[in-house]
């Protein structure tokens, strides 16, 4: 028996096991519609035994998204195009979660195998982008700064994308606060250089994130789990620090959120100590900190490894992003090497259990 096949429960949404497949965009949606790659990529991770899958950043709202290709639910007609891929994964008895979110100053960008890369140009089908200040992302176009009015848009922004991802079928929602788009922009005084109440202390930088997640968690079922990733540190003297994400995970907590996905990094280019489990530490400050559950993330990849995270108490959970997609199948890979028969296999597949 090993804790990585251990049940967990968040308010009535129950995982089967603590090994998850983290957001991953795949720039392959069409004006926001998901499709046929999408069925068989997030298909082929729900037969591979995982707890949760959660589906890529998906903009709350067109100029929020990534780059042109982004998939999205900012609109009615993205429900269909998802229902589809739920109805898939449901058949399979796996939970899928999406994470919904907004680029912010890291918006209107090309995809990674675009020969070009950075901002997109309008003649190109690019588009203007917001931040909370007019700071830009190294090698971006500046964004201009968002206006009250613009801020006081976005919680219903998001809380609409709720409820379309409740139509759609989603177990789970993710809020994306991290990796340097939007609402990890407000958070850290890196990029968020505003004067007025959503600038300055740290409770001021917190509010929109705060605001946003309260919105969500109204939109979304009472029952069902909230997410929230965050970036734990921006890595640099003057970024945001370890010690105020515990303070923003207290508060995310009494915002609704039941668990906080804790990545790094993102919002600037810093000298990252990248390695084996190198974001596992700061998961496991933000479990301590705050008392909240987390999910660790970032270099994963092994059964013995994902693991010892738990034995540790570093994290309630693990994520696993390029491990899965070298194998989606990661996770009947983990149960049979860790020894545990609650591993979740496809009847079609059943003899490879032992
Ligand atoms: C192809 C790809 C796309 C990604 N897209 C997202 C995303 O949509 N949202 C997000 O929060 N992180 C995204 N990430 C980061 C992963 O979720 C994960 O945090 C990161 O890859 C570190 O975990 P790993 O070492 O297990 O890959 C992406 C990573 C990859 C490789």
Redesign the pocket.
Known sequence: MSLLFEPMTLRETQFANRAWV?????YSADGGLVGDWHLAHLGSLATGGFGLV?A??TAVVAEGR?SPRDAGLWHESHVEAWRRITSFVHERGTLLGV?L?HAGRKASTYW?WHERSGTVPFEDGGWGTRGPSAVPFPGYVPPAEVTPEDIAALPELFAAAARRALAAGFDVV?V?A??GYLLHEFLSPLSNVRTDEYGGSLENRMRLPLEVTRAVREAWPEERALLV?ISATDWVTGGLTVDESVELAKELAVAGADLV?V?TGGNVLADIPVGPGY?VPAARAVREGAGVPVSA?????DPLQAEQVLVDQAADAV???????REPRWALRAAHELGDARGTWQPQYERARL
């Open positions: 983290a957001p991953m965009c795949q959660v890529e950043a990534i994470q979110a990674p993710e994306h991290a990796h990733r996905d990545s974001q993330v970032g270099l994963i990849t994520m696993l992003g390029r491990a899965a997609l």
